[in-house]
């Protein structure tokens, strides 16, 4: 079946660039997103891509994915300490309106 | 649109009691999906449903749950009877379907304690 794995922690200094890493196994995957869930809060959808583009940017997100190796990453540049947040990453497959998330990817940023 | 409302935003139970989480999807989207969130397991796919029609309960724990849809604004999740380990943040979340549509909303989600 389909599955989505994500490293738990990531621990970074306010100003530098975060890097959330995404791997998952749907090779049919159509879309693959990003999601931030903030404390006590519900998942927001911050950016998506499109299984045949292997990069995206948005402002401060960057987003690539190496479709060979099914992996997904967001970069997030100049992070700040309103970024800290579980980040989930989802894929969708062919036909379906089935999204899969990861684990999430807790994001502490320090100053 | 205000949209996808969930409630309770709380639940506490004493085990063995029946719970229902109950959903209003935003209005329009014709998929809807339950999910559960745990520290240990993440964010799980309970359920979802298109067109009111229950499309994949593959990720429904087991037979105490259950998960009705009885029309397009409205959709309710039962546990019965609750166990501690039901303990949870269940999230409903809607979307319009199709495939060039892309994001799915989220509801502030449930936390449910079973005592």
């Known amino acids: 079946g389909e599955d989505v794995e994500q490293s738990l922690f990531l621990s970074v200094r306010e100003g530098d660039s975060s890097v959330i890493n995404c791997t998952y196994t749907d090779s049919s995957s159509t879309y693959l997103y990003w999601y931030k869930q903030e404390p006590g809060a519900g998942l927001q959808l911050l950016t998506y891509?499109?299984?045949?583009?292997d990069m995206k940017q948005d402002q401060r997100l960057t987003v690539l994915l190496n479709k060979k190796d099914k992996h997904l990453s967001l970069r997030i540049a100049d992070t700040q300490t309103g970024d800290s947040a579980i980040y989930f990453c989802a894929e969708r497959g062919s036909g379906t309106d089935k999204l899969i998330f990861g684990t999430g990817t807790r994001l502490q940023v320090f100053p | 649109d205000a949209g996808v409302i969930q409630s309770p935003r709380h639940e506490v139970t004493e085990m063995g009691q029946e719970v229902t989480l109950r959903c209003k999807p935003i209005s329009g989207h014709n998929s809807l999906f339950w999910y559960r969130q745990t520290m240990m397991r993440g964010l799980e796919l309970l359920i979802y449903f298109n067109n009111n029609v229950p499309i994949d309960d593959s990720g429904m724990p087991e037979d105490r749950f259950s998960a009705k849809m009885p029309n397009a604004s409205f959709s309710t999740l039962k546990i019965q009877p609750s166990e501690p380990r039901d303990s949870a943040v269940y999230f409903c979340?809607?979307?319009?379907?199709?495939?060039?549509?892309?994001?799915?909303?989220f509801g502030q989600g449930t936390r449910l304690t079973v005592v």
């Open positions: 979340a809607s979307k319009r379907g199709g495939a060039s549509d892309t994001e799915a909303f």
């Open positions: 891509i499109f299984s045949n583009m």
